[in-house]
Structures are given as structure tokens and as C-alpha cells.
């Protein structure tokens, strides 16, 4: 499998892309996802639809389920290696 690449994520649609994204890349189901993660499969499709009433703990654990890190940083355009998400879908 492809490893994930480092990016950064400034709307809660490009957030929902990045989910969705990694979900389908690892092949899993929603469901799944839930389980694995110890939410609900609502939480998922919130996450995956970018609804901003979702509690931050439900993403960081699927954040992790996902096998991906939630980093915060000092936003700078000038970082390689990084590319930002747009909400139309990466």
C-alpha cells in the first residue's frame, strides 16, 4: 500500500476528504472504521460528510484507527513536502 503523505488540512470538507480517502484506501467499510475505532458508524459518516458538531475525541480515535496522526503546527506555506487538501476531494 501507498504510505500516506503528510497533509495539512484547513476546512472541515478537505478533513472529510482525507478520511474518506483513507478509508477507501484501506479497503475498509464505514462499519468497520466505527469498530475499529470504538465510535459510532454515525460519527464516521459525520466525519467523512465534514459536519463540525463532532466531538475532537471521536476524530482522534478515528484518526488512529485510520493509522494516521492528528499533528498540529505553525501554518506555513513554505514547508515541503506539504500540500494542502481542497474540499473538492484529494
Not at 8 to 27: I, K, M, W
Not at 60 to 75: N, S
Request: aromatic content about 2%; glycine content about 8%; overall charge positive.
Amino acid at each position: 500500500m501507498e504510505p500516506l503523505a503528510a497533509l495539512v488540512v484547513r476546512t472541515p470538507g478537505s478533513l472529510a476528504n482525507v478520511v474518506a480517502n483513507r478509508r477507501r484506501q484501506l479497503a475498509i467499510t464505514q462499519q468497520a472504521l466505527a469498530d475499529a475505532a470504538g465510535v459510532s458508524r454515525k460519527l464516521v459518516c459525520d466525519a467523512e460528510a465534514g459536519k463540525l458538531s463532532m466531538q475532537l475525541d471521536g476524530l482522534i480515535k478515528i484518526c488512529v484507527a485510520l493509522g494516521c496522526d492528528l499533528v498540529v503546527r505553525e501554518a506555513r506555506s513554505d514547508r515541503v513536502g506539504y500540500s494542502d487538501v481542497v474540499a473538492s476531494g484529494q
